[in-house]
T-cell receptor, first 114, second 108 residues
Framework: DTGVSQDPRHKITKRGQNVTFRCDPI?????LYWYRQTLGQGPEFLTYFQNEAQLEKSRLLSDRFSAERPKGSFSTLEIQRTEQGDSAMYLC????????????FGPGTRLLVL | AQRVTQPEKLLSVFKGAPVELKCNYSYSGSPELFWYVQYSRQRLQLLLRHISRESIKGFTADLNKGETSFHLKKPFAQEEDSAMYYC??????????FGKGTKLTVNP
């Protein structure tokens, strides 16, 4: 499968724990995006990278959230001190770096915070 | 700020009937517009986008700048069209702004 992959697909954690998710984009894609989707809502933008540079962050991204893309390939999204409100599907997408290119989505990581 | 409104949370039609999924957007400039679809247990995937003006799986969408709408249409719905449909805009930034989605059910 040459599409965007995400790991893990599911994560259950207790409130206050830290979690880290990984996204592997389509190999030729320079841009990588993170979105969050809660029940009954469309995906909401969190942040995006062009190569290793984080170019935009949403106000939704609190200080407990940090994303990295150290070598311009895979990315990690870490949530520290998880809260029940963090329970959601976390989606990763990637695209070429020309403007308004189609974004291709991964299967998502479903997080449940107990 | 960009906003996308999909007024119908649920839409149910019979096979062979026409279907229209509504999408209205707000943005001061000229955004790019997309329809994404998510079939059961599959990932979100692009159905069509305004700039390409393609018809995918029999679906079309026309941009109406006066009404700021980008409604998705298909003349004859098929059972395999049952899915969640999301309208999205992109303008002034590379991020996509999605609506809340419409769940389409096509009954036999």
């Amino acid at each position: 499968d040459t599409g965007v992959s995400q790991d893990p697909r599911h994560k259950i954690t207790k409130r206050g724990q830290n979690v880290t998710f990984r996204c592997d984009p389509i190999s030729e894609h320079n841009r990588l995006y993170w979105y969050r989707q809660t029940l009954g809502q469309g995906p909401e933008f969190l942040t995006y990278f062009q190569n290793e540079a984080q170019l935009e962050k949403s106000r939704l991204l609190s200080d407990r959230f940090s994303a990295e893309r150290p070598k311009g390939s895979f990315s990690t999204l870490e949530i520290q001190r998880t809260e029940q409100g963090d329970s959601a599907m976390y989606l990763c997408a990637s695209s070429f770096s020309t403007n308004q290119e189609t974004q291709y989505f991964g299967p998502g990581t479903r997080l449940l915070v107990l | 700020a960009q906003r996308v409104t999909q007024p119908e949370k649920l839409l149910s039609v019979f096979k062979g009937a026409p279907v229209e999924l509504k999408c209205n957007y707000s943005y001061s400039g000229s955004p790019e517009l997309f329809w994404y679809v998510q079939y059961s247990r599959q990932r979100l995937q692009l159905l069509l986008r305004h700039i390409s003006r393609e018809s995918i799986k029999g679906f079309t969408a026309d941009l109406n700048k006066g009404e700021t709408s980008f409604h998705l249409k298909k003349p004859f719905a098929q059972e395999e069209d049952s899915a969640m449909y999301y309208c999205a805009t992109q303008g002034g930034s590379e991020k996509l702004v999605f609506g809340k989605g419409t769940k389409l059910t096509v009954n036999p």
